[in-house]
């Protein structure tokens, strides 16, 4: 998935940068930091869950995705992506080593002096080295290689973790060693899963012995899920994806958990990184933060139905579809919508997420828009809307309305990076 800057800015006479000062609690600068960090697997490898924990941490692991290619003997090579980007910079590893039996490796980890995986190529200091034993039980789709890896150089790797990284993980230094477990699955890929679309829906499997005691878990923890006739889909917490996965896959009743890989068409979604602080006053998991995203939501809609662009348009409420995941319309005479035609009336519904990439900084949050539904009717722009004469309408007609409510959502949270969000 990428994210590509846009040219234009709403920034001039009719954008929302005035009103928006009576909505925002804090003021954030523009920086034009990257977006998170971007791995992407090559030739034979393949996606894997990394978990470092101590004894003590094992409840709240340093948690990663690398793309690994481990052979039946050989050389092992792969990146490493950490959930962790200090200083807004994203945090990658090369994965080395070799496989000495059918059920043993030795592995390294090195640091990507620069941005990407493309800066594992030139090699840093190698920050971590160790041995790894595999489990694969028969009636399981998971394969695990477990073991513990020696520090070898702990202040480039606490350098390139950064120690907000650590503290999370409930470590104040850096330990002699860590254990390592990385996790594979046969039936289902782990990606880092940014979609810009629904981006925190994962796939799930369980042996269907344990079917009650998963449906179980599931609901005690909040978490909403459907099942078709190969996956369950579950929609994991916008601001604890990652760590909710670790918690299922521990928990002994999930085979497999991945985030889902559906990547938004082109221009099928607008993207904007922010400080939390410009959405948020409690943290966004809680009760309080929740109410806190809803509030935004309608001072923003509220905001933009008062700009001279959308005179005649009709905005809806947001309505809540599940934790940070709402929705709203937008409804008038083509001249009142961007990108609408003469003689048409336009009804569009646009989707608003809040949630935390994968990797990207705990101050920060990321607000996708899409739209869901566009329909449009033949009209006479001053009569009431044809509602019974609505149809379906190409996704292209309702991009520049996309775009231009992107620029001002951009534009009231003072975006540190924003733009349509390019994928396949």
Not at 282 to 296: K, N, T
Not at 298 to 305: C, G, M, Q, V
Not at 345 to 368: A, P
Request: hydrophobic share 40%.
């Amino acid at each position: 998935m990428e994210r590509l800057d846009v040219g234009d800015s709403a920034r001039g006479a009719g954008s929302l940068g005035g009103l928006c000062l009576t909505v925002l609690l804090a003021v954030c600068l523009l920086t034009g930091t990257p977006a998170a960090a971007q791995i992407y697997p090559r030739g034979d490898e393949i996606g894997y869950w990394f978990y470092f924990s101590t004894r003590a941490t094992v409840e709240r692991p340093l948690i990663g995705i690398g793309y690994v290619a481990v052979p039946d003997h050989g050389e092992v090579e792969g990146d490493l992506a950490m959930d962790a980007q200090p200083h807004r910079r994203s945090t990658v590893f090369g994965v080395g080593g070799m496989k000495t039996s059918p059920g043993k490796m030795n592995i390294i980890l090195s640091v990507c002096p620069g941005y990407g995986v493309e800066a594992c190529s030139v090699g840093g200091p190698k920050v971590m080295k160790g041995a790894l034993t595999i489990q694969a039980p028969e009636e399981s789709a998971r394969t695990t290689w477990t073991g513990t890896l020696h520090v070898i150089d702990k202040q480039a790797l606490k350098n390139h973790l950064g120690s907000e990284a650590l503290k999370q993980a409930g470590l104040s230094t850096l330990p002699d060693s860590l254990d390592l477990q990385m996790i594979c699955f046969d039936n289902l890929p782990v990606g880092l899963g940014e979609v810009g679309l629904d981006p925190v829906l994962a796939k799930a499997t369980w042996i269907p012995k344990r079917d009650t005691e998963a449906r179980q878990w599931l609901k005690a923890n909040g978490i909403e899920f459907s099942q078709d006739e190969k996956w369950v889909r579950i929609w994991l917490p916008p601001f604890e994806q990652n760590l909710t996965v670790y918690r299922m896959l521990r928990s002994g009743i999930f085979d497999a958990v991945a985030r889902d890989i559906v990547g938004a068409g082109p221009e099928q979604a607008y993207g904007v990184i922010c400080m939390q602080s410009a959405v948020f006053k409690h943290p966004p998991q809680s009760a309080d933060g929740v109410r806190d995203g809803l509030a935004f939501a309608r001072n923003f809609i509220s905001a933009l139905a008062s700009l001279p662009r959308f005179k005649g348009a009709r905005f809806s409420e947001p309505v809540v579809v599940r934790t940070h995941h709402l929705e709203f319309s937008i409804i008038g005479p083509g001249s009142s919508i961007p990108g609408g035609h003469r003689d048409y009336w336009q009804h569009v519904v646009l989707s608003l997420f809040y949630y935390r990439e994968f990797g990207q900084s705990t101050d920060e949050i990321t607000i996708d828009l899409s739209v869901t539904q566009s329909e449009k009717a033949k009209a006479p722009p001053h009569s009431e809307p044809p509602a019974e004469r609505f149809e379906s309408a190409p996704d292209e007609e309702s991009w520049p309305l996309l775009k231009a409510i992107g620029t001002e959502l951009g534009t009231c949270v003072n975006a540190l990076h924003q733009g349509l969000l390019y994928g396949g």
